[in-house]
């Protein structure tokens, strides 16, 4: 055995022939093994976990024998790490941020499809937050920077998941839940609304943010279905 480049145990196998013709693509690079069993489309979303481990090709695309094991080989996991330390008013509102997005995420998933359940959910790309309010005049001679009212906020937060439905194969999505709550400066009065969308990158899920912040409770607001109170 030995230690690879980034710093992991390496082990010496004997590659397996039908690998030289993606090798032969890759000089100079690695080719990753994928479980089947946790992935069934290797060119989607593949979670760390799914990935057994890589082979080493050398520089003229021949397979060196060099094979690095994954130590976290293994059934994916939930991972909402990018929610975790989120300094932002929607955090302390409301509270386990992870556990409202998931059950926002499988609420979705079971109103398009009864009995869905997901496997695992990771957060991909760091959550985008926005907030609304109304300028508060200061009074005169008062010299501290100017206050405002919180009137709405909202979020963007990029996943991955696995989810079953009934007599259905296990499927890999990916996309942006978006949530918005408006009204925050009248207490008993708040709305909020949801939104999940699949193959949406963060930067267009960021661009509909802004939009929706300001359309929610309004005239403008479309007509997919009705916000929350």
């Not at 946790?38 to 520089?59: I, K, L, N, S, T």
């Not at 695309?61 to 293994?74: A, C, M, S």
């Not at 990916?174 to 699949?198: C, I, K, Q, T």
Request: glycine share 10%.
């Amino acid at each position: 055995m030995g230690e690879s480049k980034s710093g992991s145990r390496s082990e010496w196998r004997t590659p397996p022939p039908h690998l030289a013709e993606a090798a032969a693509a890759q000089p100079g690079g690695w080719i990753y093994e994928i479980s089947t069993e946790y992935v069934d489309d290797p060119d989607g979303y593949v979670p760390v976990e799914a990935v057994a481990g890589g082979w080493a090709v050398g520089d003229d695309g021949v397979l060196t024998g060099e094979y690095e094991p994954n130590p976290r080989f293994g059934p994916p996991q939930d991972d909402f790490a990018k929610l975790s330390e989120v300094d932002h008013f929607l955090a302390w509102m409301l509270g386990d941020l992870p556990g409202v997005v998931r059950d926002g995420v499988t609420d979705a998933l079971v109103e398009q499809v009864p009995g869905s359940t997901v496997d695992w959910m990771k957060v991909t790309h760091d959550p985008v937050f926005l907030s609304g309010g109304i300028p508060q005049p200061a009074e005169d001679g008062d010299e501290s920077p100017q206050t405002m009212t919180l009137v709405r906020a909202g979020m963007a937060v990029p996943f991955a998941l696995a989810v079953r439905a009934p007599e259905r194969r296990r499927e890999i999505l990916w996309g942006v839940y978006s949530w918005v709550a408006v009204n925050l400066h009248r207490p008993g009065e708040h709305r909020h609304r949801s939104w999940f969308d699949v193959h949406t990158s963060p930067e267009r899920a960021a661009e509909l943010l802004k939009k929706r912040l300001y359309e929610v409770g309004t005239p403008a607001e479309d007509a997919n279905g009705p916000y929350r109170q």
